[in-house]
């Protein structure tokens, strides 16, 4: 029984780490990691990097990187600026910067999706290039947006829920299955046959006259 106990106890503990995982993934809560990125721009002028923050409206949103390879372009967009960026690899954002390193500043007008993106500086289109990156707000924490963060703590909720499920249901089978405990022979149970060493009862009579 134990083990089924223990596979049970495992169980939830996968759940919990699995929408622990949902909810960084998400950008619905802090992610200790996003205030640094290390990133690589394959060669190719098609080719960009970005990524995604949830951020709260008033905070001041900073980013400062280094780039190896050559200088790069670096944006912050909201999104309907990132949509057309992506469609089009152009357009402007809340703040756009050139150079082998560089830093951009803005205020958050509104809640909402934000996103850091780099593409190739000028001259540089067929070079891969990597990219450091820190990421602050005023407060100091943001959340990112991670679908591979995410998609793990969903496995992990379902497995987790599984591996209960599947345990308890074996234990309970098991405990249906074991035999009940030996009665004791001085048990006597109600309707059985009496005992020899019991008298029967007897109703009382009146004393002879």
Known sequence: MKRFQAAIVA???F???GLSLLFVGAGLAPNPAANSKQVTIPP???YYYYIKYRISAGMQFTVEFTA???TVDAHIFNEAQYQTYAQYLSGSGLASTSGASGRLDVVI???G???VAFDHGAGYEDVS???HATIRTGSGGITSVSPGLAGAGIGLIIAGIATSVVARRRMKRAESAMPFPPRPSNVVMYGSNPPT???????????PP
């Open 113 to 115: 999706f934000y996103y």
């Open 11 to 13: 169980g939830g503990i």
């Open 129 to 131: 290039q990597d990219v």
């Open 44 to 46: 190719g002028a098609a």
């Open 68 to 70: 190896t390879g050559g």
């Open 197 to 207: 060493n019991v008298a029967p009862f007897e109703e009382p009579r009146p004393p």
């Open 109 to 111: 007008p509104a809640e």
């Open 15 to 17: 759940a919990l780490i």
